[in-house]
């Protein structure tokens, strides 16, 4: 399997809105397994299609401290969301290196597909509810900086261009 390669912000493309999936069928199943892929050996707890410029609802999560318990949600909708909210540093694998606080609901109920096209519903709490919401995020069209203030996110911006201009130079 290959390794997808991931987004970085400001990629324009992280603001595409992703479309819902239509058909559980061979080309999603390849693509979950390369996202698992990518998101493992990136060190990520999660990964939407989105970031890899798939713009699909598509969303791989494993937040287990032993990294074996992929959870793969497709099409997934929030249902209900905890009116009780937590702040949680949040980094992001399109936004390397940083690292900062953002409110969420503490718990959420999904109901998604899982990778076979079987629906399921799940709720979460803590760092998988976190983990999920920061994900759905992304399916929007939305990175996690977007939460923090115009000079954090000004700055990030700046620090991640800077960065990628010293790797094209390299």
């Not at 399997?1 to 999936?21: E, F, G, S």
């Not at 994900?135 to 069209?141: N, S």
């Amino acid at each position: 399997m290959a390794l997808l390669p991931i987004l970085v912000y400001p990629d324009p493309r992280l603001h595409t809105v992703a479309r819902p999936v239509q058909e559980v069928d061979a080309r999603v199943k390849k693509l979950v397994a390369q996202m698992l892929e990518t998101m493992y050996d990136a060190n990520g707890i999660g990964l939407a299609a989105t970031q890899v410029d798939v713009h699909e609802r598509l969303v791989v999560v494993d937040v287990s401290d032993e990294r074996n318990q992929p959870l793969v949600l497709i099409n997934p909708e929030i249902v209900w969301a905890s009116a009780e909210k937590q702040v949680s540093d949040e980094g992001c694998l399109s936004v390397p290196g940083i690292y900062d606080g953002v409110e969420r609901a503490q718990a959420v109920k999904i109901k998604a597909l899982d990778e076979l096209g079987h629906p399921r519903t799940i709720e979460a709490e803590g760092t998988l509810a976190v983990c999920i919401q920061h994900e759905m995020d992304h399916l929007l069209g939305k990175v996690f900086v977007e939460y923090l203030s115009p000079l954090k996110r000004n700055r990030i911006k700046t620090k991640m261009l800077k960065a990628r201009r010293e790797t094209v130079r390299a």
